[in-house]
């Protein structure tokens, strides 16, 4: 069991940068990839960012692809997604997700443990 609580969202305007994290507490980060989801207001979940346990592959979507950098601090249990040149339609709810699975994955079915997300509003 992992429990995981995410922080970092807040107001941002179009063109900024915010770097959320999420700590991890009970078992090590280590054991578990990680990713990144996000729910914007009426949509559904989606995918956002993953990486291995590691830390050595990760794996965006297209849509974060070139501006948003996910990492992790096994030593400290933390999780990170540094997410530069915001747009509007990167406003959603931030969520981090522990896998149990080896490989980085997309599909959130394969996401065991999820934090309680964050907010993110890029907005002018």
């Known amino acids: 069991q992992v429990y995981l609580v995410e922080s970092g969202g807040r107001l941002e305007q179009p063109g900024g940068s915010l770097r959320l994290s999420c700590a991890a507490s009970?078992?090590?980060?280590?054991?578990?990839?990680m990713g990144w989801f996000r729910q914007a207001p009426g949509k559904e979940r989606e995918f956002v960012a993953s990486?291995?346990?590691?830390?050595?592959?990760?794996y965006y979507a297209d849509s974060a692809k070139g501006r948003f950098t996910i990492s992790r601090s096994n030593a400290q249990n933390m999780l990170y997604l540094q997410m530069n040149g915001l747009k509007p339609e990167d406003t959603a709810v931030y969520y981090c997700?522990?896998?149990?699975?080896?490989?980085?994955?997309?599909?959130?079915?394969?996401?065991?443990?999820w934090g309680q997300g964050t907010q993110v509003t890029v907005s002018s």
């Open positions: 997700a522990a896998a149990l699975g080896v490989r980085i994955t997309s599909t959130s079915d394969e996401y065991a443990y």
């Open positions: 990486i291995s346990r590691s830390g050595g592959s990760t």
């Open positions: 009970g078992r090590t980060v280590s054991s578990y990839t």
